[in-house]
């Protein structure tokens, strides 16, 4: 049946890598040498890429410590892994979603600015919205829905040298209008625009004064160069107008310019905000209803687990159960209440610490020792009290240990109280660990009962 001890076979010790370690070390102290430089102002703390280079370098570092103690062959399935998580997080962030730090207050108090490392308003970036566009140009391979009045969105600034060369502010001049900026409000065609509710109930727009100067665009009626939006472009404002620098100083925004549309604020969490209205969707809720079921499910029902079934390598997925034995601890493998009593010829997924398994090492084996009854292989065949089993106390062939078989028992073993006594699947293949390698099992080291095969579905039977 279930073949998970080939893979715990005893493992030499592995020296950790001189090298590896040195290079650990080295990454992760950058990463705190570039957060030391940004916090003493040495580094520019507003800068994304030079925040997210430290992390990489911490997280690398760390990585590299605990590669350098890793067998050659895991370390380079872990790298795989890593890099398939890698790539897949980086098509996400290229064409899907992607975070934004709020830098500053010009879009207060719809969204809140600072440029300190972690704090002001963290935001989701709606990239698939209006169109996926070419990685590093201000192009689109496709094009979405066009922009609209009043979105927020994140774009590419057109001043050269900018302090904050990407900038979130809204929408508010379409293409073709004619905007005319003054007593606070915008007016485009000669018609005050309706501000809808969504936005901060005082704002005010400015069209002079605040502290800086050179205002152009929206604010000189009459002249069509700064009151006539071109097509394929808009005219960006901020809600925090007098503390703004918008589209009113660098003019009309190419569309090709806009990164995405604002869809919520993420962080913190007391400051979450659906600017989209996406949550309120009967889709949404039946999609976060399912993920939420789902975590439920895996931290404390069970889990699905892949199983190689024999020796042509095909590969099965268990549904293991928690709730069979107790309420578990998610995480941390312990559980809070033990209520189940495992039964003979159940199958567990356990864990065991001893020498001759790796420690990260999850084992399958049926129960063939209960609390108090003395275990003994006589003549190749498990007797249990001094009596062989009977053909329904287990599942299929009646467990025996192989002619030649390297471990022995002359003397029966009693099983101690809360503890039980597992054999693998199947019990008589030589070379596999179980109780008669390393002993009993506590309650604490059953991790779950696995009773169905659910995948794939032609196979899927009760076990």
Known sequence: MADSSKDSKKEAPVERSLLGMAIGVLLFGGGLAIFYAQRKGMLPAQDDMTTYGGIGLCLAGGAGWWLSGQPRDKAIEWLKSAGFALGLALTIRWAVA?????????????????????????????????????????????EGHKPQRWDIVVFKTVEKDAVHPTLVKRIVG????????????????????????????????????????????????GIDEFSVVPEGHYLMLGDNSRQSRDGRYFGWLPEENIVGRVACIWW?????????????????????????????????????????????????????????????????????????EPKRGQLMLYRVKHESVPSDALLFGRIAGLPGEKIQFVDGRLQ?????????????????????????????????EGEFFLLADPPGEEGVFDSRTFGTIGKQGLLGQANAIWWPFWAAKKI
């Not at 073709?176 to 969504?198: T, Y």
């Not at 001094?386 to 062939?397: A, R, V």
């Open 98 to 142: 992607e975070p934004y730090r709020i830098p500053s207050g010009s879009m207060e108090t719809t969204l809140h600015g600072d440029p300190s490392f972690f704090k002001g308003d963290r935001v989701f970036v709606n990239k698939w919205v209006y169109g996926i566009r070419w990685p590093f140009l201000n192009s689109r391979i496709w």
């Open 174 to 221: 379409m293409p073709g209008e004619r905007i005319e900026i003054h007593d606070g409000k915008v007016f485009a065609d000669g018609k005050a625009l309706e501000i809808p509710d969504a936005l901060p109930p005082d704002i005010y727009y400015t069209s002079s004064g605040g502290g800086l100067s050179q205002m152009r665009y929206g604010v000189s009626p």
């Open 268 to 340: 913190p969490i007391n400051r979450w905000r659906d600017f989209t209205g996406f949550s309120n969707t009967w889709w949404w809720k039946t999609l976060h209803g399912l993920l939420a079921a789902f975590t439920f499910v895996r931290l404390f029902i069970g889990q699905s687990w892949p199983v190689v079934m024999d020796e042509r390598g095909k590969v099965r997925h268990l549904f293991v159960s928690f709730v069979a034995l107790g309420l578990r601890i998610p995480f941390v493998l312990r559980w809070l209440v033990f209520w189940g």
């Open 384 to 416: 249990v009290n001094g009596k062989l089993l009977e053909p329904g106390e287990w599942p299929g062939d009646l467990p025996t240990e192989p002619e030649g078989a390297a471990i022995k028992r002359s003397k029966p073993i009693t099983v101690p």
